[in-house]
């Protein structure tokens, strides 16, 4: 049963991602670190993330919110090395939750109403789109294991990425997105967890969250709005 936990995230988000991009200080959530220089992540010979492709553009002296954003070793579902900024997030849409494979209360109906997030997005899923799922329980949930939640819920789909990786790292990328409760001992219980969606693009440092059972018409709708190239500036495109 979801509980009042999300409405707690839901105010730390809008802390996060509504502050000045200037300042970055001051947003209710903890420090994180810029890791972005952090070292590549192994050679892997199976699936590839393949490279954002390139759109918009961002002023070189603005901060942006992903720069909070921990670039931490990750595993997929298929046991391929990822870095969580660098490989999946940079100069792309994402939408992120957090799950465990064992959840048996918002899990299953969050998973169910992505694949329909998924199926209306169609072919930019894997392009410029890509659904990032995190265990939030990686001492259990190794490849195997979400290879088989993946399995109970439909099969892989092109460009949603289960990911498992160490659960301190995890949690910093947990945190610098804004999905935690404030209070310590919610937080703590994984059956508490959170039941929002973040989602952003990179290209443009546009970041918001939802809940993740809502209407995936809507949230479709508002992912594709919130989260759209801006226009060339007058001036800079071709005539």
């Known amino acids: 049963m979801m509980t009042s936990g999300w409405l707690r995230g839901l ?3 809008s802390l996060l991602f509504l502050a000045s991009s200037a300042g970055g200080a001051g947003t209710g959530a903890e420090a994180v670190p810029d890791c972005h220089d952090a070292q590549p992540a192994e050679a892997s010979t199976g699936w590839r993330v393949s490279p954002a492709p390139s759109a918009g553009e961002v002023n070189p002296d603005r901060k942006k919110h992903s720069d909070r954003f921990p670039n931490v070793r990750l595993l997929t579902q298929n046991e391929e090395p990822v870095r969580f900024y660098e490989d999946l997030v940079k100069d792309r849409i994402v939408i992120v939750n957090f799950m465990y494979a064992e959840c048996e209360n918002i899990c299953l109906p969050i998973a169910q109403n992505l694949g329909k997030v998924h199926e209306r997005l169609g072919e930019r899923m894997g392009e410029d789109i ?4 995190l265990t939030i329980d990686s001492d259990v949930d190794d490849p195997a294991a979400l290879r088989e939640y993946i399995r109970r819920n439909g099969g892989e789909k092109e460009g949603w990425v289960y990911l498992t990786g160490d659960y301190d790292d995890i949690d910093r ?3 610098a ?7 310590p001992v919610i937080d703590a219980d994984k059956t508490e967890h959170s039941g929002l969606i973040t989602f952003g693009n990179d290209r443009t440092d546009q970041w918001a969250a939802l809940p993740a059972l809502m209407n ?3 949230i479709v709708e508002t992912v594709l709005r919130i989260t759209r190239d801006a226009p060339p500036r007058r001036g800079t495109g071709s005539s």
């Open 11 to 13: 105010a730390v988000l």
């Open 130 to 133: 890509l659904i990032l799922s």
């Open 173 to 175: 990328v947990r945190r």
């Open 177 to 183: 997105l804004g999905v935690y409760d404030l209070d």
């Open 216 to 218: 995936s018409d809507e």
